[in-house]
T-cell receptor
């Protein structure tokens, strides 16, 4: 099982771009990288997923270097409502993926 | 479209009591799973199912039973509740058994005295 390492917490201000980096040195060839967002008293919500290079959707971008040993979730122009815990997961199957403690992002006015 | 529905939302049990947490999804998803989340921690996988009639253990299965008689439902049973099982429980489903994104319910907050 690929282990992931993320910062425990990050602070930002409204309107800024936020980049959260996840380290996964022992990622396997068939592993995907998936990011979830969790608000208090709610279940996690899927944000974005990728295998290599760059993936972008309406919410975020995911940058994955060629060696795939890390990935960066980029949130453009954050707002107060983006305050949440963000989890990086790595695996080839949902039952292989492990949620770590995540990164607690606090967006300030 | 309700997605993943968990009941009850809150429950208090006494040590030794049994209980079933209900989970239902209306997306015709094959894969379903149960997680527990303790304060300040990420989610830990308890049990999962890749289809009706098929279940398997996750990371922390002890003290919990599951069954999958239909595609829609995946109940989690606590046979003899212990204070260590006080947690928030989340059910999730996805369209496949691989890396497909999971859809989570809003959780059941369980306290065991």
């Amino acid at each position: 099982l690929a282990k992931t390492t993320q910062p425990i917490s990050m602070d930002s201000y409204e309107g800024q771009e936020v980049n959260i980096t996840c380290s996964h040195n022992n990622i396997a060839t068939n592993d995907y990288i998936t990011w979830y967002q969790q608000f208090p008293s709610q279940g996690p919500r899927f944000i974005i997923q990728g295998y290599k290079t760059k993936v972008t959707n309406e919410v975020a971008s995911l940058f994955i270097p060629a060696d795939r040993k890390s990935s960066t979730l980029s949130l453009p122009r954050v707002s107060l409502s983006d305050t949440a815990v963000y989890y990086c997961l790595v695996g080839g199957n949902n039952n292989d993926m492990r949620f770590g403690a995540g990164t607690r992002l606090t967006v300030k006015p | 479209n309700a997605g993943v529905t968990q009941t009850p939302k809150f429950q208090v049990l006494k040590t030794g009591q049994s209980m079933t947490l209900q989970c239902a999804q209306d997306m015709n998803h094959e894969y379903m799973s149960w997680y527990r989340q303790d304060p300040g921690m990420g989610l830990r996988l308890i049990h999962y199912s890749v289809g009706a009639g098929i279940t398997d253990q996750g990371e922390v299965p002890n003290g919990y039973n599951v069954s999958r008689s239909t595609t829609e439902d995946f109940p989690l049973r606590l046979l003899s509740a212990a204070p260590s099982q006080t947690s928030v429980y989340f059910c999730a489903s996805s369209s496949g058994t691989g890396y497909q994104p999971q859809h989570f319910g809003d959780g059941t907050r369980l306290s065991i005295l």
